[in-house]
């Protein structure tokens, strides 16, 4: 058994798909993380605001407010700028997507990740952006 981080690195998963939701929190969870999900765009402001989550995992296409707003507003929230952000889509139009959202948002996007995903590659990512916290 590993000791138990001092301090746990907050994560942040807005997704529409229970599935997607699932295997995320259990994998950050298992490496030390603290993992907030909700599954509507609704509700991520209120818990960006809430929690100040280290990294923020957005699917573009979330039913509510979609990722595109929420990004906007994260770029007017000062605190919160402090958050690693990873943009996930799903769009047939990968490339163009992320484009579009760089040069809009690039300011703020830590990295990018295309449905269907690699668990392990994005539990790496996110490690890697946070300077390896809670890593073993």
Do not use: C, W
């Not at 746990?8 to 950050?28: H, N, S």
């Not at 765009?41 to 923020?56: K, S, W, Y």
């Not at 484009?99 to 668990?119: H, S």
Request: hydrophobic fraction near 40%; aromatic fraction near 8%.
């Amino acid at each position: 058994m590993h000791p138990e981080p001092k301090s746990k690195a907050k994560i942040l998963i807005a997704d529409d798909e229970p599935d997607t939701l699932t295997l995320f929190r259990d994998a950050f969870e298992e490496e030390g993380y603290q993992v907030f999900t909700v599954s509507n765009g609704t509700d991520a402001p209120r818990v960006i605001q809430a929690e100040r989550p280290d990294a923020i995992i957005l699917d573009l296409k979330i039913p509510g407010t979609d990722g595109e707003t929420i990004l906007a507003d994260l770029l007017r929230e000062k605190p919160v700028q402090a958050a690693k952000v990873f943009i996930m889509t799903g769009f047939n139009d990968f490339d163009v997507t992320k484009t579009r959202v760089r040069n809009q948002f690039g300011a703020i996007i830590a990295d990018y990740l295309e449905k269907p995903v690699d668990i392990h590659q994005v539990v790496a990512m996110i490690k890697y952006h946070l300077g390896g916290e809670n890593q073993s």
